[in-house]
């Protein structure tokens, strides 16, 4: 199974300024026959589902603010919340769906500083 | 809209079973997969299994290989997963999501509570 390991655990961050979250896959997730890294992201608040924010590792879900960026290919990514707001508070994992089980980060829970 | 519409909360004694239903709508429920994921209480989801809703295929995560199944019902657009020999371990909410497929999840129900006490 690929394991998905982010840093940090957990972040404070002021408002209004830059929030950087790491992905880190025990493999590869590029697909070489397409050139995807099939790598998402997912925000949640307490008592509600996950929610999709960024796919093949930097596409933006439609309605999804645009200070939501995501880069980074092979085993290496990065989620970047451009200006932090009171709202991005929340749990943030990430997601390989390379190959079964699609395998989840333990998660980087962004607090307010 | 789409909407993924799951069963209530549940509580079952160790060794039972249960089955959760996720009813689909505001799409056409033939042309994606449907993901089931759990949570147990304050860990990170836990990818369970993958059902092509087209022909029925399924791919279950290997821990769960055995005691899980995930049909659908493609005239009432629903999806059930049913999970067998039911421990505490099993204490979770579960997902039901729709799956681009075999690729990421983007719309969610909004989950079930599975207790397991005796």
């Known amino acids: 199974d690929i394991v998905m390991t982010q840093s940090p655990d957990s972040l404070a961050v002021s408002l209004g300024e830059r929030a950087t979250i790491n992905c880190k896959s025990s493999?590869?997730?590029?697909?070489?026959?397409?050139?995807?890294?099939?790598l998402g992201w997912y925000q949640q608040k307490p008592g509600q589902p996950p929610k999709l924010l960024i796919y093949?590792?930097?596409t933006r879900e439609s309605g999804v603010p645009d200070r939501f960026s995501g880069s980074g290919s092979g085993t290496d990514f990065t989620l970047t919340i451009g200006s932090l707001q009171a709202e991005d508070v929340a749990v943030y994992y990430c997601?390989?769906?390379?190959?079964?089980?699609?395998?989840f980060g333990q998660g980087t829970k962004l607090e307010i500083k | 809209q789409v909407q993924l519409v799951q069963s209530g909360a549940e509580v079952k004694k160790p060794g039972a079973s249960v089955k959760v239903s996720c009813k689909a709508s505001?799409?056409?429920?033939?042309?994606?997969?449907i993901s089931w994921v759990r949570q147990a209480p304050g860990q990170g989801p836990e990818w369970m299994g993958w059902?092509?809703?087209?022909?029925?295929?399924?791919n279950y995560a290997q821990k769960f290989q055995g005691r899980v199944t995930m049909t659908t019902d493609t005239s009432t657009s629903t999806a059930y997963m049913e999970l067998r020999s039911l421990t505490s371990d099993d204490t979770a909410v579960y997902y039901c999501?729709?799956?681009?497929?075999?690729?990421?999840?983007?719309?969610w129900g909004q989950g079930t509570l599975v207790t397991v006490s005796s």
């Open positions: 093949w590792a930097s």
């Open positions: 505001g799409y056409t429920f033939t042309n994606y997969g």
């Open positions: 059902i092509n809703t087209y022909n029925g295929n399924t």
């Open positions: 999501a729709r799956s681009i497929v075999g690729a990421y999840e983007d719309y």
């Open positions: 997601q390989q769906y390379y190959t079964p089980p699609h395998s």
């Open positions: 493999q590869s997730v590029l697909y070489s026959s397409n050139n995807k890294n099939y």
